[in-house]
């Protein structure tokens, strides 16, 4: 099956726009650009909108009435799929990981305007009762005489992964048009690992000479070289290739998590103070800051050498910044 073939539905704002971070590369000694998935537009914008015009396809071809997801406090996913429910006329649920809030904040104060039913896990559960809770609301959906779809954390898998495949393609279209090399490592974070699977397919279909590098901003129980190979493979069956992808394949970098998924890392907070202040773009405490951190982590130990052309994936996430703003704020100076 060809990429084209597989049902998609127009959500994001596309192409993003490739951004050049001339200061900050020259400060790293890198040739250093940026895909602005931040602005994929819809739903408040960021990458997951790119896997969900492919899981939407299917979710409208099913009939659904109710769409079931999961995620963090702060969840981009979470907020993308519930506004994605809604312009589809389908009922959000969010299954998220983390107690109930006093007050509703950034990416919760947008679930809350999208009219998202929200179910919060306790943190120490939520691995445990993610599935089955998800679940629940599955089955209760259906003995109301709904019919339920439910989406993986992060819309990780082969079908959502077509959205970075073609992401891949929209990017090699657009170094093509502007006569220009195709970057030479592909940077970006890593949660549930469906966007690295696309990216991984997708090089594989347009910048075979292209390296991906992740960052992970989380753990997991699987690792995450076998999770991401698997459904990478997942999606090259999807996509009838002949390529198979193997563990060894797949390059993370684990050391730029913190202390938890979630919880803002000094590095990170350094790396969004940085970033905002040589090149006016904004970074997030959960994914990108942490990513960036590791990038510039990379250069210094060596491990991206100097004068690389190295593009970074901003996946959005801007949201997040707000309910962290006593922390982020910390260094001021009055």
Aim: glycine share 12%.
């Amino acid at each position: 099956m060809e990429l084209n073939d597989i049902p998609r539905l127009p959500l994001g704002f596309l192409p993003t726009p490739i951004e050049d971070l001339k200061r900050l590369g020259d400060e790293l000694r890198i040739d250093l650009a940026v895909k602005r998935d931040d602005f994929t537009g819809f739903g408040g914008g960021g990458n997951k909108v790119r896997k969900l015009e492919f899981l939407m396809a299917e979710a409208v071809s099913r009939g659904v009435d109710v769409l079931i997801t999961t995620g963090g406090h702060q969840s981009n996913h979470a907020r993308m799929t519930a506004a994605a429910a809604r312009k589809f006329g389908m009922k959000p649920i969010l299954v998220l990981r983390g107690n109930k809030p006093s007050v509703m904040q950034g990416n919760l104060l947008l679930d809350h305007l999208l009219g998202a039913q929200i179910d919060f896990l306790d943190p120490d559960a939520y691995f445990t009762e993610i599935n089955p809770r998800m679940q629940h609301h599955a089955d209760a959906a259906r003995e109301r005489g709904e019919t339920p779809y439910i989406i993986p954390l992060g819309g990780a898998s082969a079908l959502g992964a077509m959205g970075y495949v073609a992401a891949v393609r929209e990017l090699s279209e657009q170094y093509e048009a502007l006569n220009r090399l195709p970057p030479e490592y592909i940077v970006a974070p890593v949660g549930s690992g469906g966007t690295l699977a696309g990216l991984l397919i997708g090089c594989a279909m347009f910048w075979p000479s292209t390296k991906i590098l992740g960052i992970a901003v989380s753990g997991s129980a699987v690792p995450f070289s076998q999770r991401i190979a698997d459904m990478a493979n997942g999606g090259a069956e999807l996509l009838g290739l002949d390529h198979r992808f193997s563990p060894t394949d797949v390059a993370i970098e684990n050391g730029y998590v913190g202390e938890a998924y979630a919880v803002p890392s000094p590095e990170g907070n350094a790396a969004i103070a940085r970033v905002a202040r040589s090149e006016g773009m904004f970074l997030d405490p959960v994914y990108t800051g942490k990513a960036m951190a590791g990038l510039i982590d990379c250069v210094k130990r060596g491990s991206i050498a100097p004068g690389r052309r190295v593009l970074f994936l901003h996946c959005g996430g801007s949201p997040a910044l707000f309910p962290h703003a006593e922390l982020l704020t910390s260094d001021r100076v009055d």
